[in-house]
């Protein structure tokens, strides 16, 4: 190795990101209201850019925001696969081998999280009300946060956060996803709400790891 690649090497490793330590996700099985069972786990590195090859198809889909959405999506990833975002996780929500659904975020600091976005793949079952609890619960079960900070893009989200979950306003809190007015979900709603929110059965079936070891994006985005 010469002198240069010490020299980027190094430079690299100043440009990367502290990190506070992620712990791990216990993958968990939730049964949908279609009668099909949904395995909820991290993402690999593969699947993740699996993920960012084929959201790209909605970049041009206007419906729901589905637009920018995907667009700050393949940001938001694109920057943990090139660790350029501190700690930064990707759930995925799998049916038979196929990818139902997807939720990002990261940890600001031990005590503070910050939601990315919430993407359902599959409508009609409640995939993407079930991934954001999972989303929560990690923040505040496995990484036992204080509260998470959550914007909205679409009146869908919204209801299904702001409203459901009743979150704290707090507008003087800049999300980084820009100015869009900053909700919080505090260690007290989440306590109030996860009861009903958030389900899943752990362990995990073997039987339904075994059949999403190996992943795909549906054939056809249909949102």
């Known amino acids: 190795m010469g002198k240069y690649d010490i020299?980027?090497?190094?430079?690299?490793?100043?440009?990367?990101?502290?990190?506070?330590?992620?712990?791990p996700y216990e993958a968990k099985v939730i049964p949908l209201t279609t009668g099909e069972d949904m395995l909820v786990r991290t993402a690999t590195?593969?699947?993740?850019?699996?993920?960012?090859?084929?959201?790209?198809?909605?970049?041009?889909?206007?419906?729901?925001?589905?637009?920018?959405?995907?667009?700050r999506i393949v940001a938001e990833l694109l920057g943990m696969l090139r660790y350029r975002v501190q700690d930064e996780y990707l759930l995925i929500g799998v049916i038979d081998g196929e990818i139902a659904g997807i939720v990002n975020g990261r940890m600001v600091n031990e005590k503070v999280g910050m939601s990315y976005h919430t993407m359902t793949l599959k409508r009609g079952a409640r995939v993407g009300a079930q991934l954001f609890a999972a989303k929560m619960e990690y923040h505040f079960d496995?990484?036992?946060q204080d509260e998470v900070w959550i914007v909205a893009e679409?009146?869908?989200?919204?209801?299904?956060?702001?409203?459901?979950?009743?979150?704290?306003?707090?507008?003087?809190?800049?999300?980084?996803?820009?100015?869009?007015?900053?909700?919080?979900l505090t260690r007290a709603l989440w306590e109030k709400h996860k009861a009903n929110k958030n389900v899943g059965i752990r362990p995990?079936?073997?039987d339904v790891i075994e059949a999403n070891e190996v992943v795909h994006m549906p054939a056809k985005i249909s949102v």
Request: charged share 30%; glycine share 4%; with cysteine.
């Open 142 to 144: 496995f990484m036992n």
């Open 45 to 71: 590195r593969e699947e993740t850019e699996m993920v960012i090859d084929s959201i790209k198809v909605l970049l041009d889909h206007q419906k729901d925001f589905y637009d920018i959405v995907s667009a």
């Open 204 to 206: 995990a079936f073997e």
């Open 7 to 23: 020299l980027v090497d190094e430079m690299e490793a100043t440009l990367r990101p502290p990190t506070i330590g992620l712990k």
């Open 154 to 184: 679409s009146p869908n989200g919204f209801k299904r956060w702001m409203i459901e979950y009743e979150l704290e306003s707090r507008p003087q809190c800049p999300h980084e996803l820009g100015g869009v007015p900053t909700f919080v």
